[in-house]
Nanobody, 124 residues
């Protein structure tokens, strides 16, 4: 059972991008998006529980929207009003523990599953 991201690419500042993550077999899990910019630590940006409840990091609140469609094995991240500082590799993750993005530990061994990442570059 794996996670696989897609949808990354190059976009101009102010533009939009939608990331997808194939999440087969994770309907009971909390699903989340993390990102890691070059030289920075990985950070959590959004999570969604199996009940549809969501949490967001302050840095993306109001600009990004996380959603899931378990019937399609899909996790999504709609990113609007993108900024150059949003440039990073974006990862999806799944976990059976708590689903508050502020407390989810962004380390490979801390959560049940991680995708390989997809690169988002926002040009100024």
């Amino acid at each position: 059972v794996t996670l696989a991201e897609s949808g990354g690419g190059l976009v101009q500042a102010g533009g939009s991008l939608r990331l997808s993550c194939t999440a087969s077999g994770y309907s009971r899990y909390c699903l989340a998006w993390f990102r890691q910019a070059p030289g920075n630590e990985r950070e959590g940006i959004a999570s969604i529980g199996s009940d549809g409840s969501t949490t967001y990091a302050d840095s993306v609140k109001g600009r990004f929207t996380i959603s899931r469609d378990d019937a399609k094995n899909g996790l999504y991240l709609q990113m609007n009003s993108l900024k150059p500082e949003d440039t990073a590799t974006y990862y999806c993750a799944a976990d059976l523990s708590g689903c508050d993005i502020a407390t989810m530990i962004p380390l490979p061994g801390a959560l049940n599953a991680w995708g390989q990442g997809t690169l988002v570059t926002v040009s100024s």
